[in-house]
């Protein structure tokens, strides 16, 4: 019998080292597996413009997404972007929007101070990534741009960022006049029987459509190949299967977040500032 409690009891101690030691990792594993897939879209017919950088203020108006912090690399379910304007910078951490100034010279060194983020909690995996990525970003002093990869550091290798350039297209908001799409897919997930999401657009770039039971209205400023709306939406019926109302909801939770259109005679594709990627067909 003591021996057997003895037993017992390192069985339960070495469970317990175990629990320790593995716990913080394998919730983030657990969490991970939950994560729901990033997808930039791209129409591989239309040509991409990238813009070429030889001296900071060639800097403006860039988009750029992180592939790599501290010398490894981003999980792909983590979306990470940041955009220069003229003296501000601001993106997608993972979780939250942020926004910051900056000043950058030609000799190659940058400031980027008084960094801020909306304070919205994403789990534990996400928050962390987040977190560490707002930290480096504070600490950078130098960047360096290599074609269409931007590197950032703070000169003693002990804190890197980096990032690949979004393209842009070339698009004229004038051609989305008068046109009618449903929604094919987002993230590269079709949708699911019974769903049918629809947009039309008017002369004044305004959307109209349908989701599932849900009405929507959304009002947009769109220039190039930039897309940015205000909505309302309206439920008008309740009798959808939840997995298909779950669908439906999480297309219309993208409408506050929609940055960039590519349009073609065969397609819509509207890519979302946290990484959504939609995909509609005409109707």
């Not at 390192?10 to 593995?22: A, D, E, H, P």
């Not at 480096?136 to 290599?146: A, P």
């Not at 008008?236 to 909801?249: A, F, G, M, P, T």
């Amino acid at each position: 019998m003591t021996i057997y409690r003895i037993l017992l009891f390192g069985t339960g101690l070495i469970l317990l080292i175990l629990f320790v030691v593995l716990g913080s990792n394998s919730n983030d594993f657990g969490e991970l597996k939950h994560l729901k897939p990033k997808k930039i879209m791209t129409n591989p017919n239309l040509t991409p413009i990238y813009k070429s950088i030889a001296q900071a203020s060639d800097l403006h108006n860039t988009h750029w997404i992180l592939t790599s912090l501290d010398q490894k690399d981003i999980n792909p379910s983590v979306y990470i972007s940041m955009y220069f304007s003229d003296k501000n910078i601001g993106g997608f951490g993972g979780c939250n929007s942020f926004g910051s100034k900056y000043t950058a010279y030609d000799s190659g060194t940058i400031s980027i101070r008084g960094a801020g983020s909306t304070e919205i909690g994403c789990g534990k995996y996400i928050n962390k990534i987040e977190s560490k990525f707002l930290q480096s970003l504070g600490r950078i002093s130098l960047y360096q741009v290599e074609g269409n990869i931007l590197k950032f550091s703070n000169g003693t290798n002990d804190v890197t960022l980096q990032f690949t350039m979004q393209p842009e297209y070339v698009m004229n908001p004038n051609d989305l006049n008068n046109t009618a799409w449903k929604l094919v897919s987002m993230n590269g997930v079709n949708l699911l029987d019974g769903l049918i999401v629809s947009l039309s657009f008017d002369t004044n770039n305004q959307i109209k459509g349908m989701s599932g039971c849900i009405e929507y209205e959304l009002y947009c400023q769109i220039k190039n190949d930039n897309l940015g709306c205000g909505y309302r939406s309206t439920r008008i019926c309740n009798n959808l299967e939840k997995k298909i109302d779950r669908q439906s909801l999480s297309y219309t939770n993208t409408f506050g977040y929609w940055a960039k259109y590519q349009l073609s005679d065969d397609s819509l594709i509207i890519n979302t500032s946290d990484g959504e990627g939609l995909i509609f067909a005409p109707m």
